[in-house]
């Protein structure tokens, strides 16, 4: 975060990829027997990795009382649609699979408002769109999401010097 005056602040965020691998031994249980007994059951391995992110963001006071805020993002889910999939048998000999579900990178936008009505009362408004990390024909009920609106409303009132009470609602 840099402030090159009072009054206006330019910031950057970057969150870096996180890759996450899940390991576990399945049970199966067939007419309340445990088949696991019978049947020698692989370990199933899953790999995943969270997305990287960067997201710009500006503030800027316009009037003792008025600010201006906005703020431009992308996240890496084309990373994330890479799922790695993997079974190892008994004998040792693992199967590793990568599954593409398609996914593509996002952009975000916003634009929001900030009115100081008096030293305790702050109010706060604005609208984010982010387009979709899949398109129509990949979506599925796994991971539902689509390009989204947002709408905002905020308040802030302050009690006391070290205690400040926020309420916020937001409309996707």
């Given at each position: 975060l840099i402030e090159p005056?009072?009054?206006?602040?330019?910031?950057?965020?970057?969150l870096s990829p996180v890759k996450?691998?899940?390991?576990d031994r399945p049970e199966i249980s067939v007419f309340g027997g445990n088949l696991g007994t019978l049947l020698t059951t692989p370990d199933l391995n899953l790999g995943v990795k969270v997305p990287q992110s960067v997201m710009l963001g500006f503030y800027?006071?316009?009037?003792p009382k008025w600010s201006v805020?906005?703020?431009?993002g992308w996240q890496q889910w084309s990373q994330f649609g890479?799922?790695?999939v993997g079974v190892e048998g008994a004998g040792g000999n693992p199967r590793?699979?990568?599954?593409n579900l398609n996914y593509q990178d996002t952009w975000h936008g916003a634009l929001g408002a900030q009115y100081r009505a008096s030293d305790k009362w702050q109010f706060t408004g604005g609208v984010a769109f982010?387009?979709?990390s899949v398109n129509s024909a990949n979506r599925t009920v796994t991971v539902p999401m689509g390009r989204a609106w947002r709408y905002g409303l905020g308040a802030s009132y302050q009690l006391s010097q070290a205690i400040n009470v926020n309420a916020a609602y937001e409309f996707l």
């Open positions: 005056r009072e009054g206006t602040r330019i910031g950057v965020t970057y996450l691998d899940f390991k800027q006071d316009l009037s805020m906005a703020d431009v890479q799922v790695q590793v699979v990568t599954a982010d387009s979709s």
